[in-house]
Structures are given as structure tokens and as C-alpha cells.
């Protein structure tokens, strides 16, 4: 769909000979696992180069940028932690911007970010023809105050199009006035790594319960301590680390050891924690400036073949579908007799499993690629 604006686009069309040429620019691509996106459109045929940030904090603890392999990647040290606070060491991205030309920059972060801003004054002071894409998960409406309000207007004005990871997202674009093409593209995971193996038989009665993510009051992990208190057969085991966790750790002593508060783990580790439950809570609850944008905790516990128990917020239902249940966000008591009725049915929660698994496959990093290559093509026609 084309969009109109009274702005003039410079859009590079390439020769039919060439292979499109895009610059992404994306913090997380610290995550060696998450540039599979990139690895994936490379063998599609796409010469794409990554900036990525040298070092960023990803599930509660910072991760250094190591390319390895990855020839394409072009490490630029930031300013800030915060993702719409943060601005690039701008000497890597011109060097990148004038390495071109290229016929899409995909900018990966929110059209009202500093580094968006910085980027796009980037692009016009280096005279890159080439069309922009944005990114953004944003599934709150929400009015920024100046100057990034501004910001984002100019960002949503000058981009040709606009990938997103759930359509809450989709729809608050189209609330602020953008006109053009806005693509859904899930977040990824490698489904051969994370991957079900057969486990002993399940035991009625006996839950091993999961949690894996940041410790943080809106991730509703109280809540879920909370449900399976006094219930003898279950165990919950928390994954991870962040500001909650001492409040959580005086709030599981009283209970003798029936909740385990383990910090984070290597990402390596994962798969095999995911394996070891019976179960994966995602309690998450809503606050006025924030709520799930996608989880990419459900969808590893889903490849995993591990049954769901979730808060019916945010993007959770989109992602997770008919491979969980949901409960309402805050709530002990429903959450408690949820996993009351999984523990009592194991077959169901084979079930459950099953669906997951096989749902899964669309967020494979070759899926995930494959719908990011039809949308830059889509941008060009």
C-alpha cells in the first residue's frame, strides 16, 4: 500500500542484478543467537549489515558483542541503557552509512527513540538515498512529551514502512497517523535448540513449576509465589534476577524450601531448565506504562514442548494461542487452581505441549526471516 505524505522520499532502485543491501541497526544484536534473523537473510541472498551496540544489557545482565563468525557485524559503543534513551558512537555508523549505497536502512528501534533521531540525522547529513524502515513494539498508546514526540513524528514521516511484534503495536501507528505498511514479524528462536525430549512418565497430583525472566514488580513473580504456597506436591523453581529478588527470597523462606530462587543463568543453559518443569508461569501484570509486548519466554517454553500458564495481558494471548491457559493478571487464587487442574491432568498438559511445539514453528528464525524479506521487498515495489 503506498503511503502519502507531503514529504519527499529519496528511494534508491537497484539494479535486478544485485542483491538487495540493507543496513540494519539494532542494539540486541549483542545477543549472538538473536543476529540468526541476519544469518537467515544472508542465505536468502541479502547482503545485510548489522550495528550493533558493543555491549547492552539483555535479561538482567550485560552481554559484550563478540562477532565471531559474523563478518557482517559493525560494533559501535552506546551511551545509555535504556532503549529509547540510549544514543550510538556515530563515528561507526557514518563509516557504515557511507560503506553503501544501500537500498534499505531497517532501523530497529522505536520511531520516538534518541537513537532513531540520531540515525535518520545520520542518513541526510551522509546524502543515503536509501528508504527506512522502522521498528517498534509500543502495544500502549502513549503521547511523549517534546522533544521526543517530535521526534517520533519526523521518524513516522520519513519511514517507507514499519515492522512490529504484535498488532496492539500495528494498530497505535495507525492511531498516530502512520499510512503506510506495517508488517507483523514475531520475534525469533532457534526451534532445533530448543527442542522437547522424552521425559518419565508424569505423576497426578505433582507439578514442577517454571519461571524464567527478569524479577521486577510488573512481572507479577509474587503473585505466583503466592499460588503455589502450601501446596506439598509442587515445586517452583524462578529463574532469573532483578530488583525484586530479596523481596522474593524473604517471601519463599517461610516455605521450607517448596521455591527456589536460582539468578540468572547462561543462555546455553535454557533449553535444558525449560525441560526440567512440568510447567511455565508467565504471571505478568499491566501498569499504566508498560505491559508484554511479546515474550519470548513463552515462545521457548512452547519449542520446548512445556505447557503454559499465563496472564491474559498484553501480547501473551497473540503469542501463545491454544498452547496455554490463561488466568487474570494478579490473581493467586485463579492462578492456583489453573495449575491445580494441569497438575491433576498430565495428559492435558502433554496436550498442551504438543500444540505448542508444533505453533512454535512459525517464530523458527528461517520463518521469521522469510516474512522480514517479503516486507523489505514489499517496501521497494
Known amino acids: 500500500m503506498a503511503r502519502t505524505s507531503t514529504s519527499v522520499k529519496r528511494t534508491r532502485v537497484r539494479a535486478n542484478d544485485r542483491p538487495l543491501r540493507v543496513l540494519r541497526i539494532h542494539q540486541s544484536g549483542v545477543v549472538s543467537s538473536w543476529r540468526a534473523r541476519d544469518r537467515e537473510l544472508r542465505a536468502r541472498g541479502v547482503d545485510v549489515t548489522l550495528v550493533s551496540a558493543a555491549r547492552w544489557n539483555e535479561g538482567g545482565r550485560d552481554?559484550?558483542?563478540?562477532?565471531?563468525?559474523?563478518?557482517?557485524?559493525?560494533?559501535?559503543?552506546?551511551?545509555?541503557?535504556?532503549?529509547?534513551?540510549?544514543?550510538?558512537?556515530?563515528?561507526?555508523?557514518?563509516?557504515?552509512?557511507?560503506?553503501?549505497?544501500?537500498?534499505?536502512?531497517?532501523?530497529?528501534?522505536?520511531?520516538?527513540?534518541?537513537?532513531?533521531?540520531?540515525?535518520?540525522?545520520?542518513?541526510?547529513?551522509?546524502?543515503?538515498?536509501?528508504?527506512?524502515?522502522?521498528?517498534?513494539?509500543?502495544?500502549?498508546?502513549?503521547?511523549?512529551?517534546?522533544?521526543?514526540?517530535?521526534?517520533?513524528?519526523?521518524?513516522?514521516?520519513?519511514?517507507?514502512?514499519?515492522?512490529?511484534?504484535?498488532?496492539?503495536?500495528?494498530?497505535?501507528?495507525?492511531?498516530?497517523?502512520?499510512?503506510?505498511?506495517?508488517?507483523?514479524?514475531?520475534?525469533?528462536?532457534?526451534?532445533?535448540?530448543?527442542?522437547?525430549?522424552?521425559?518419565?512418565?508424569?505423576?497426578?497430583?505433582?507439578?514442577?513449576?517454571?519461571?524464567?525472566g527478569r524479577l521486577e514488580s510488573y512481572k507479577g513473580v509474587d503473585v505466583l509465589v503466592d499460588a503455589v504456597a502450601g501446596q506439598r506436591n509442587w515445586r517452583l523453581d524462578v529463574v532469573g534476577d532483578g530488583p525484586m529478588a530479596a523481596e522474593l527470597r524473604r517471601r519463599a523462606d517461610p516455605l521450607g524450601g517448596q521455591v527456589a530462587i536460582s539468578g540468572g543463568i547462561a543462555t546455553e543453559d535454557l533449553p535444558a531448565v525449560y525441560r526440567s518443569f512440568d510447567v511455565v508461569v508467565i504471571p505478568s501484570r499491566e501498569t499504566p506504562t508498560w505491559t508484554e509486548q511479546f515474550c519470548r519466554v513463552a515462545v521457548e517454553a512452547m519449542a520446548t514442548g512445556v505447557p503454559i500458564v499465563a496472564s491474559a495481558t498484553g501480547a501473551l494471548p497473540e503469542v501463545v494461542g491454544d498452547a496455554g491457559v490463561f488466568v487474570p493478571q494478579g490473581d493467586p487464587v485463579a492462578l492456583r487452581c489453573a495449575l491445580a487442574e494441569l497438575a491433576a491432568d498430565p495428559a492435558r498438559r502433554r496436550a498442551l505441549g504438543q500444540i505448542g511445539r508444533a505453533s512454535s514453528q512459525r517464530f523458527a528464525w528461517a520463518a521469521v526471516a522469510e516474512r522480514q524479506h517479503r516486507f523489505y521487498e514489499a517496501i521497494l515495489a
Open 63 to 212: 552481554v559484550v558483542c563478540e562477532p565471531g563468525s559474523d563478518d557482517f557485524v559493525v560494533i559501535a559503543r552506546t551511551v545509555g541503557r535504556k532503549p529509547n534513551l540510549c544514543l550510538y558512537d556515530p563515528r561507526p555508523l557514518w563509516k557504515a552509512l557511507r560503506s553503501g549505497p544501500f537500498d534499505l536502512i531497517d532501523v530497529h528501534h522505536e520511531p520516538c527513540s534518541l537513537a532513531t533521531f540520531e540515525i535518520l540525522v545520520l542518513r541526510r547529513l551522509a546524502g543515503a538515498a536509501a528508504s527506512v524502515t522502522l521498528y517498534s513494539a509500543q502495544n500502549i498508546f502513549k503521547r511523549y512529551p517534546p522533544p521526543f514526540r517530535w521526534m517520533e513524528r519526523k521518524a513516522l514521516r520519513t519511514a517507507a514502512g514499519v515492522h512490529v511484534c504484535n498488532e496492539a503495536a500495528a494498530g497505535i501507528l495507525r492511531r498516530k497517523g502512520f499510512s503506510g505498511p506495517i508488517e507483523v514479524i514475531p520475534l525469533g528462536i532457534d526451534v532445533e535448540r530448543f527442542h522437547p525430549e522424552p521425559s518419565p512418565n508424569a505423576q497426578a497430583g505433582r507439578l514442577a513449576i517454571g519461571y524464567v
